[in-house]
């Protein structure tokens, strides 16, 4: 089965990573991609690695990086604006944008010609805002299944009607999409263990963290992590501190943006890290750091979901809370109770990696694929 994973990686990452590398720039395609995999950002190869394991032949395609594309461009002979060329800090992967990123010159085009050179019998896309109905409907014409992934606010029903299935790990979002007309099942995103090889030791030297982004999507949340800057010793680590006013709690303990492995570092060094979902997951956990704060080991103290013990045994391999105050309560207790902390976190490490990696993940997914691939051919 040949699989094209297509993903966009946040514009701030991306023009740190080019910042910190320029002659990055001038290398060819593969070298490129290699080196953005090999900084761990989002799902990296998360999935062809260990597609490639079970037998697939996989690409990673990250659409919205313009020295990248421009690479494969010059390489393959495909037109590519000069112009595009200039705007690497213009590229976001929210919500919404993806009629602005199709309007750029050439980069929809370029992604569409890096599938159809592949031929792939599945083209799974990570980012369902990257591609307008008529580069879908044009993509259909040769690839047998186009598969999407979602677990963020919706962009406009246009985008996602021409999906043949769209997975979810919003466990409230299958029914809707099924609503719709919409193929969907529930799957679960996870932890690489190559992360732990990646990272080495390290020192447990920060009591308490949150390490994430804030954003108008997290708003319910600010009020919860100010409550936390007020009444316990949180380090954050993250984007978005600049949207908060200067009055904030928050901003007098930020330590700045972290993205790859320096993400997955603040994490493996705090004791306890504090999780809370964006406000579309509702009732649902389901959210990355899940599994990534459990998996470099550090204790996970959780907003409380409907489907948390479905994941994990609360109270045994993490803790959740229900409120800000309960939340206060609960990472002053383990401050002080380091032995309980650490038996919870290293229960929690162990669930995830027993039941949550992403080399698990992808022996569920092929099967899927498979079965859509039969039911399309």
Partial sequence: MKIAIFDTYYA?????????????RKSASPEQTKALLAAAFGTSDFYSRHLTE????VIDIIGNCV?????????NNEPFSAWA???????FRLPYVGARLAALPGLLEVAMAR????????????DLSFFPPHALAELKKSVPLIVGQIACPLPPDGFLRPYDLILTSFPHFVPRFHEMGIKSEYFRIGFDTRVLDILGNVPRDVPVSFVGGISRHHGKAVPLLEHLADTTPIQFFGYGAKTLPRSSPIRKRHNGEVWGPDMY?????????????????????NNMRLYEATGVGSLLI????????EIFDVGKEVVAYSSPEEATELVRYYIDHPDEADAIAKAGQARTLKD???????EELVPILERYLEKHG
């Fill in 12 to 24: 701030r990452f991306l023009s740190q990573f080019y910042a910190r590398r320029p002659q990055l």
């Fill in 54 to 57: 079970l037998g697939c032949d």
């Fill in 67 to 75: 020295p990248l594309q421009s690479a494969w461009a010059q390489e």
């Fill in 85 to 91: 060329m200039k705007l690497p800090h213009r590229f």
């Fill in 115 to 126: 599938v159809r050179a592949f031929k792939p019998d599945v083209l799974y896309c990570q």
């Fill in 265 to 285: 570092r603040a994490l493996a060094r705090s004791r306890i890290t504090i999780n809370r979902h964006i406000n579309v997951a509702e009732n649902n956990a």
């Fill in 302 to 309: 959780t907003d409380r979901k409907d489907n948390l013990g």
């Fill in 356 to 362: 949550h990696t992403y080399k698990s993940r992808m």
